[in-house]
């Protein structure tokens, strides 16, 4: 049996939600503006960063902390530590399935949405079933760290179920020995082997059967339909809803003056322009499609307000003239604003 991940080209510029991974970095490090560099955001913010993040961004911030760390083996710690606390919907599925081999199948099959630059598959071979996880672009030297959590993050859902001796498991790197390889036995209970052709923990494929105690039908299918949920949310679906907020963001501002440009909204969602057309093709709209529904809300909205004189929303909402908005106005009521507001909207 193959079991691959649920996959979707790799992409620097694609958003990730939530960006809980690089919000507990900042938990453990002080200096925030080290964190941030070259990311484009302003240290202060990132801990509690309201936008959202991309994949590019993530990586970085990783990167920025490996001078911060106290050892070079600080992550393997931090992910023995935080094993069970951070993957959401995944962590309901896993901790409420009815074995270890729906826990784990569940966790690889889902956590791509939250760590996608790795492939993650689930293979059986001979007696041996294998949780791989391969690295979609060059990590450099972040490489270790990425790998290695997940991999411990694995192992430790694994202890907790099997809960007897790991002597029949085994960890497996493509890399060659690491200047901590002393420490792994702090962290793995079973044997590390280095110079292989995956990156997998492999466990006896009978383990699989082991059943949870903790197995609670109803929170086990509540999780999986929130994993479900979570995965059909993508970026071509809710690229929509972001860009949506950027350009509300712009109209809710004291004296705006019309919509940013796809250029301005793209720079805010921390992507190229292409990007967001694509993304927005994909859910069967585009920008100028997007603008005009937040113009037309906005405009009604206005008009509502009978302080609001035409001519003060149409510069509101960026008109170089009043016979300009009246225009546009028309096309999306079928009435001007002042027979808007003579019929009360209607």
Known sequence: MTMPAMKRPFDPDRILMPNTYVRLLTQEFDDLAAIAA?????????????HPITMRQHLRCIANILPLRQSPDWHLHWGKRMA??????????????????HGLDTFIKYMPDRIPYLDWRGRSHGESFRCEVTPL??????????????LLVMHEYVCMLHRGPMDDARIELTYAPTDYRDRYADYFLCPVAFGQPRNALVIPAAWRAIANIDFDEGAWHAALARCEAAARSDD????????REVLADALAQPAPAGLPTLQQ??????CSSRTVIRRLRAADTSFQAVAEEMLKDR????????????QDVAARLGYADSASFRKAFKRWFGVTPGAWRRTGGV
């Open 299 to 310: 405009a009604a909205t206005l008009l509502d307000d009978p302080r609001n004189r035409v």
């Open 38 to 50: 070259g990311t484009g955001i302003a240290p202060e913010d990132l801990a509690d960063y309201a």
């Open 265 to 270: 909204v793209a720079a805010r969602l921390h």
């Open 84 to 101: 069970e606390n951070f993957h959401g919907a995944v962590t309901l599925a896993w901790l409420s399935a009815p074995t270890l081999g």
């Open 137 to 150: 672009v060059d990590l450099a030297a972040v490489r270790h760290m990425l790998i290695e959590v997940p």
């Open 236 to 243: 071509e679906r809710d690229v929509v809803e972001r860009v």
